[in-house]
């Protein structure tokens, strides 16, 4: 072992490999290492400017004992950033510390010299690099100690139960629904954020903890130390980067639906809305309003005038989305000239396909800055230019045929190796032209994200999701996870995704209470894919959109008229909440705090805050009880210290208990904090 002090950052060098630790931000270390001769010099998520920290390194001998009543000294290294420290023993094992207490270690178990508890003859390492057999890179697993009384939230959004990830397994890859985000919040008081877009694994168990790159040219990771998860989200989004000011005009209700076919359809549905009395803010045009996926155009016979659209949507104050897909049909006007160009993702063998629904397509490659700038061009010619507000940016991450991603490459490399990062590339293609003709804050719907996507401009949705209350519930946790990995912008689809039968009384009552939820979300989007599909297409000969099926009509009044009355009511509680959820956005563009909140956010100090998943605050004001099941017309409700009124009919309760709520159909269980 070799220590350096490389102006003010810890170098060690090990059996081949360098690691180096030093100072990135405020009470927070990154720490790379690599078997090359250098580092990258990819930031990934790293990408804000960060101050000058005042790191101190010492590099001290240490007496060991060996044995046989001898001692000798080892080298041993530290390096502190305000409440950090990192310590680095003489075979490489580095250990966190939190002002005086142990944080995290890393897990080794092999025989090192001594006769510590570490030095076993399993030959199992901290830091395990592998060579890919025929390639120049390596596999990456790095293990941890494990505290059996640590939680752990975060990581962005998997679709289960679970929402303290101690003991979950978690794959390190994009999927519809699936969105990993490596950034993780322990109840023990440190951040860590897994600063590697390669697909892997991270496994959080009883026994040890581990991080899996399954190819990766470097390990990269950064951690930081605080008190509350207030503090650990305002260290983390300091050094990934802020949300930008959510635009007022878009804090209401957002119209959707699989989909509408037409120009006609939109502006009748605009049109009602406008009748009813209620404000949308945006109306989402989704897929097939085009004529092959990847001409990026409306199909003229069913969009006319797509420019004469719009102006009236903006004469009533609408904003107008509309769905881009990365994925480019062999029938598309652009596919050749783009394979030509190599703006495509290609295969490492087999056929040149990557998604099969609805045609023979290669998705694009965001990573290649001409591939950017093609589609940005298309787009700008077919949907910006005639005044199209916003971009849908669904299968953004990418939606593969096959999630074989050993068989795919993008033009910075393997996807094995960057393939996380590509939701964020792609969600580029757009930002940084919008950003760049300046025309007020970016607002973009995405399915994926990655660490910093909140700096982009993404509104991240939770794809495509049953329409079950478990799901639903499954929602709730995801959320709240997304929020703690510094994704505030998230929203779901209103009752789920995918329905059977509207008409169904137990959809309808599920459609309620999710509806209620959503009100007291980021942001309230109707959507959906809604059966039974008995309407006829509209040309069943056309390749574009006519042929394609729609779902049910899914606007409030679609559901009866006594659902639409709730559905109204909340609205109007939308409305009112105006300035309280201009408040909530404020907060995470300065400190990256999520709208909606785990109870142990707003009440760290409240151990059994730590346990709750199944309510949550929206800001730091309302206490939100969704109703998770069917038929449940009362529920439990955890009231933390103070003081708490209830909503639906003003009367008040004293904290740190637990309270039964009647919850009717009509009404979700709200508490105010006083």
Excluded at 235 to 247: D, K, L, R, S
Excluded at 535 to 555: F, K, S, V
């Amino acid at each position: 072992m070799r220590f350096e002090n490389d102006h003010g950052a810890l170098v060690f060098y090990h059996q081949g490999e360098t690691v180096r630790i030093e100072a990135w931000g405020k009470d927070a270390l990154r720490v790379r290492s690599t078997m090359f001769s250098q580092f990258t010099g990819n930031d990934w998520a790293l990408t804000e400017e960060v101050a000058d920290s005042q790191a101190t390194v010492t590099i001290e001998e240490e007496p060991h004992w060996v044995g046989d009543g001898t001692t000798d000294t080892r080298e041993i290294a530290a390096i502190t950033n305000g409440r950090i420290r990192a310590v680095v023993n003489f075979v490489g094992i580095i250990s966190y510390y939190k002002d005086d207490k142990l944080v995290l270690r890393e897990y080794f178990r092999s025989y090192d010299g001594t006769l510590s508890k570490e030095s076993r003859c399993l030959k199992v390492v901290n830091r395990e690099w592998k060579g890919i057999i025929g390639g120049s890179d390596y596999s990456l697993n790095l293990k941890f100690e494990s505290s059996r009384d640590e939680k752990i939230f975060g990581m962005g959004q998997y679709q289960q139960a679970d929402m303290d990830l101690k003991g979950c397994v978690l794959e390190l890859a994009q999927r519809n629904s699936q969105i990993s985000v490596p950034f993780a919040v322990s109840s023990l008081g440190y951040g860590f954020l897994w600063n590697n877009p390669a697909v892997g694994r991270v496994t959080f168990g009883k026994n040890y903890s581990e991080w899996i790159a399954r190819s990766t040219k470097e390990m990269d990771y950064w951690i930081t130390a605080a008190d509350t998860p207030k503090e650990i989200l305002a260290n983390y989004t300091a050094v990934t980067g802020h949300a930008e000011m959510f635009p007022e005009d878009l804090m209401g209700l957002w119209q959707c639906k699989l989909r509408y076919r037409t120009q006609d359809e939109v502006l009748t549905v605009a049109r009602q809305y406008q009748k009813e009395g209620i404000k949308i803010d945006q109306i989402v045009i989704d897929f097939f309003h085009w004529t092959v996926q990847g001409d990026w155009k409306f199909d003229e016979k069913y969009w006319p005038d797509p420019k004469a659209m719009v102006d009236e949507l903006h004469a009533m104050g609408i904003k107008v989305i509309v769905s881009v897909w990365p994925s480019v049909d062999r029938k598309s006007e652009n596919f050749w000239p783009m394979m030509e160009k190599g703006l495509l993702i290609k295969t490492e063998r087999g056929a040149a396909q990557t998604y099969d629904y609805q045609g023979d397509c290669v998705e694009i490659d965001p990573f290649n800055p001409k591939t950017r700038q093609y589609v940005w061009e298309v787009c700008k010619k077919n949907y910006y230019d005639f005044g199209i507000d916003a971009f849908w940016l669904d299968n953004s991450e990418p939606d593969y045929g096959v999630y074989d991603f050993e068989n795919y490459r993008y033009c910075d490399g393997p996807a094995l190796q960057i393939s996380n990062i590509y939701p964020q590339m792609y969600s580029r293609v757009f930002y940084d032209e919008m950003s760049r003709l300046g025309n007020g804050p970016v607002v973009n719907l995405l399915r994926c994200a990655w660490a910093g996507s909140q700096k982009y401009g993404n509104v991240v949705w939770s794809g495509d999701v049953p329409s079950t209350f478990e799901a639903f519930a499954d929602q709730l946790q995801c959320g709240l996870n997304m929020g703690l990995a510094g994704i505030p912008w998230w929203t779901t689809d209103v009752g789920g995704f995918m329905t059977d039968d509207v008409g169904d009384p137990d959809f309808r009552q599920l459609l309620i209470r999710w509806y209620q939820f959503a009100v007291y979300s980021a942001v309230l989007r109707m959507h959906g894919d809604r059966g039974p599909y008995n309407i006829p297409a509209l040309d069943e000969r056309d390749w574009g959109g006519g042929y394609l099926h729609t779902g049910q009509p899914n606007e409030l009044w679609s559901y009866g008229e006594d659902n639409y009355a709730i559905m109204k009511k909340y609205y109007d509680i939308r409305i009112s909440m105006h300035d309280y959820i201009k408040k909530l956005y404020e907060e995470a563009h300065v400190n990256g705090s999520p709208l909606i909140r785990a109870m142990f956010y707003e009440f760290p100090r409240d151990g059994r805050c730590w346990e709750l998943q199944d309510q949550y605050m929206f800001g730091d004001k309302y206490l939100v009880a969704p109703i998770l099941h069917l038929n449940q017309f009362e529920r439990e409700v955890y009231l933390p210290e103070g003081r708490w009124k209830l909503t639906s009919t003003g009367e008040t309760y004293d904290g740190s208990c637990t309270v039964t709520v009647a919850a009717p159909i009509e009404y979700m269980p709200v508490f105010e904090r006083m």
